[in-house]
């Protein structure tokens, strides 16, 4: 089963995720912001991060930056957040995401990212 991290630091948005996901067969955790995040990463990688951008202590951009240096196994990072100008997109990708969506997020849209980064599209 794939492992999924949530990491937002909105529980009603987390509980949102997990409904989606965990409905579709993924194992689900959850990070309330970016350092909590890593100390869960670290130690025993996820298959795929969907990560939020404004959170306290450590912002998804800088969770992504932290990350993508570390010496252990990586994996596809969603960037999602309220903000959707290019500027944040671009922000996003240089900090280490695969994909960015705006919210609200629709489920069948997070999903189809979701199978898409995880390879499993087509199956």
Do not use: W
């Amino acid at each position: 089963m794939k492992r999924i991290l949530i990491v937002d630091d909105a529980a009603t948005i987390r509980m949102y995720y997990r409904s989606i996901l965990e409905d579709a067969g993924y194992d689900v955790t959850e990070a309330i912001n970016g350092v909590e995040a890593l100390e869960k990463a670290l130690p025993e990688p996820f298959d795929l991060y969907i990560v939020d951008v404004n959170m306290p202590k450590l912002d998804g951009y800088g969770f992504l930056r932290q990350f993508r240096i570390e010496d252990v196994a990586q994996a596809p990072a969603i960037m999602v957040s309220t903000e959707a100008e290019e500027q944040d997109m671009l922000a996003a990708f240089l900090a280490g995401a695969n994909c960015y969506l705006a919210k609200p997020v629709k489920p069948e849209q997070l999903l189809t990212h979701v199978r898409l980064l995880l390879g499993e599209l087509g199956r």
